[in-house]
């Protein structure tokens, strides 16, 4: 592959200040399982190139789903038209600066390859855990799905760029609807395909899946007769997996440079930070730490390079509790003048790289959840994430989870449904009190974030302990 893209790139013919090329493959499965009957089996098979050019100061871009040198050619040739017009109205002139020449490669690790059961082998077992799941009459609904992804891609530019990375995924998701009369309760494994991972068919086979499964079941109908979540303010207690909602909405998108600059304003919003709040800006208690941090093994959207090829490195973008960085390629950070990460990501090889969240994890702190839980007079504990509902700026948020507990003198005790809570992003963050230890921590991922135009839906990762927030607005369905 590296000599074909680098022959194309040397036999353009085109004035052009420089030129990449991004080739990306992909195959995915999907399978879907409801009520133990097999719903969806598919799979699909993409594969392409997006050149990008830089002319006086402006990028271009063009895709073509053919390889072949002419193809290349008159991508580039397209790419090199479209950034020569724009050139006369840029916003801010780039530089091959903005695209440094880096070499090296990515692999994710696995332990069982993709396919090492056949699809009927997986079926059967998303049938067994839909079976798992209806443990009585009342669960009127199961379903279960497993989607895997390999994804190969090549990165090679004019100035001597050449990257490789393999990326293997796994998503899982299954879950129950209860009802009773006119009470109707859903639980999930940790939320909508929280269960999001780089890695292999190992993922699939946990070794707590069926106590899982059961207990999934189990709690679908012990919410039929919980009590509805009072409204109130008091101690909330959110586990890792709603923290992941919680760090996506309120901390990952608004700190994306580019929304920032306003260019996601017609579609999905602006934010409440502005250029000059880096390095200023207290966006929490001193116990937040947010880092940035597509090393981790294992996590749903860690790599070597983004998608213009930069080093990808560990940046803190909170650090206690105030604002260090941005969610920001290269060029963002040169339009905006504020630090950023290696976050240029494309979701498929028709895409351009735009700034796009990759794994955000809150760092652990010193209280193990036991602590945390015997020190609360008065509080809620909520799980897994059912509803988000958050203003444009991404300042004004309402979220919903599954599962609640009612925390009095220490100890849960009831059992809350429809659990809700609200709050503005600076005040909800501020009122961070205790964050678990690294025993509690865990980390979930997400398969759809959707931003740009037209659309573009990628993985994420998210990691983070439980923690305590004080006085925080909780309230139920009805309020």
């Known amino acids: 592959m590296w000599s074909e893209l680098t022959k194309a790139i040397a036999t353009f013919d085109i004035p052009a200040d420089w030129i990449g090329i991004r080739v990306v493959k992909e195959n995915s499965t999907t399978r879907y399982v409801r009520d133990a009957l097999p719903q969806v089996n598919g799979k699909t098979s993409t594969m392409g190139a997006m050149l990008e050019v830089l002319v006086n100061g402006c990028l271009g871009y063009a895709a073509t789903n053919s390889l072949e040198l002419s193809s290349l050619q008159a991508a580039a040739e397209t790419a090199y038209k479209q950034a020569l017009a724009a050139s006369l109205w840029w916003i801010y002139p780039f530089r091959e600066s903005e695209r440094p020449k880096v070499v090296g490669e990515y692999k994710s690790s696995f332990l069982q390859s993709l396919d090492t059961l056949s699809p009927g082998e997986i079926n059967d077992l ?25 994804r190969e891609s090549w990165f090679v530019s004019s100035n001597g760029s050449e990257v490789y990375q393999k990326i293997i995924s796994l998503e899982t998701n299954f879950g129950a609807t209860a009802e009773d009369g006119g009470i109707v309760q859903q639980r999930s494994n940790n939320g909508w395909q929280a269960h999001s991972y780089q890695g292999g068919l190992e993922l699939l086979q946990i070794q707590d899946l069926w106590q899982r499964v059961q207990q999934i079941g189990e709690q679908a109908i012990e919410l039929l007769t919980a009590e509805e979540c009072p409204t109130t303010r008091t101690n909330l207690v959110l586990a890792s997996d709603q923290m992941m909602l919680q760090i996506h909405e309120s901390v990952g998108h608004p700190l994306e440079i580019d929304r920032i600059l306003g260019d996601e304003r017609n579609y999905a919003g602006g934010s409440f930070v502005n250029k000059s709040d880096f390095g200023k800006l207290v966006y929490g208690s001193p116990l937040m730490n947010i880092t940035f941090d597509p090393t981790v093994p294992g996590e749903f959207a860690s790599y070597s390079f983004d998608d213009t090829g930069v080093v990808a490195t560990r940046e803190y973008l909170i650090k206690e509790g105030v604002l260090q960085r941005g969610l920001g390629s290269l060029e963002s950070q040169a339009r905006a003048g504020v630090p950023g990460v290696a976050c240029a990501r494309a979701c498929s090889w028709n895409r351009p790289a735009i700034d796009r969240m990759a794994n955000l994890n809150l760092e652990p702190g ?8 015997t020190g609360i007079e008065h509080g809620v504990y909520m799980e897994s994430n059912r509803s988000w509902s958050i203003d444009d700026r991404r300042y004004k948020f309402q979220f919903g989870c599954e599962y609640a507990k009612l925390i009095e003198n220490g100890k849960f005790t009831k059992t809350l449904r429809n659990p809700n809570y609200r709050a503005t992003t600076p005040e909800f963050w501020h009122s961070l009190i205790q964050v678990g230890d690294a025993a509690n921590w865990q980390m979930y991922g997400t398969a759809s974030c959707g931003k740009g135009e037209p659309n573009q839906a990628i993985s994420v990762g998210h990691g983070s302990p439980a923690c305590l927030f004080a006085n925080v607005e909780v309230f139920g369905a009805g309020s």
């Open 126 to 150: 998303l049938i067994r855990i839909c079976q798992g799941l209806k443990i009585n009459d009342k669960i009127v609904q199961t379903s279960a799905s497993a989607t895997t992804n390999e």
């Open 366 to 373: 010193n209280v193990s959840f036991e602590e945390m839980i």
